[in-house]
């Protein structure tokens, strides 16, 4: 019986070889599938962590009822009081939406419920969060954008006067600049953090 030639057992062996290699490159890229998959889920957990849903059934009646964005209103929640609903600046500001008291009774007069709550009232999450978007919705009503309405939560009735005048809005109806730096720097705040919601949640 003649012996195989040395030519076709190089070639078994090379054949031996390529599906080894091929077997390895699938295995190898089945581990870095894997491992990045769970890097990036592990990644996706830290930043939901970062950026929380606290108080969900508050915020999803609000954004219901004021035809608003949820992650708007989670945005500013973890911007003004990064979801501690006993929240309480130097300013005065209260609760987990940081609601002026004067503008807490201002918002009262408004719908008709005047005296039916007192400024304490601002420290429970439910009622802070249903006042907080209905005054938000208010601003959005008013000038009709969202980067001017998430500017006068911050501000105030400024923000009109702002629009007024070229070196801060080319058309009347948008900001090119804010001249107030805190209200420029929480505008950015608010709108980077409704982007890592619409992300992580509603994308």
């Known amino acids: 019986m003649p012996k195989p030639s040395r030519y076709r057992r190089k070639s078994k062996r090379g054949i031996k070889a390529i599906i080894w290699l091929v077997v390895v490159a699938i295995l190898t890229g089945g581990v870095i599938l894997f491992v990045s998959v769970y890097f990036e889920d592990t990644k996706t957990d830290l930043e939901k962590v970062n950026y929380p849903q606290k108080y969900s059934e508050y915020v999803e009646k609000a954004a219901e009822d004021y035809d608003l964005e949820p992650a ?109 730096p805190e209200t420029s720097s929480y505008v950015d705040k608010v709108e980077s953090a409704k982007e890592m919601y619409i992300k992580l949640y509603y994308s």
């Open 72 to 180: 708007l209103i989670y945005a500013v929640i973890r911007t003004e009081s990064g979801f501690n609903p006993d929240a309480e600046s130097d300013a005065g500001a209260c609760g987990i939406m940081q609601i002026m008291p004067s503008s807490f009774e201002w918002l009262q007069q408004k719908r008709g419920t005047e005296g039916e709550y007192t400024t304490q009232d601002l420290f429970n999450p439910e009622i802070c969060i249903d006042y907080g978007s209905y005054l938000l919705k208010y601003f959005y009503d008013l000038y009709g954008d969202e980067r001017c309405a998430v500017a006068a939560y911050n501000a105030g009735f400024v923000v009109g006067g702002w629009l007024e005048d070229s070196r801060y809005s080319d058309d009347g109806k948008t900001l090119t600049e804010i001249p107030y």
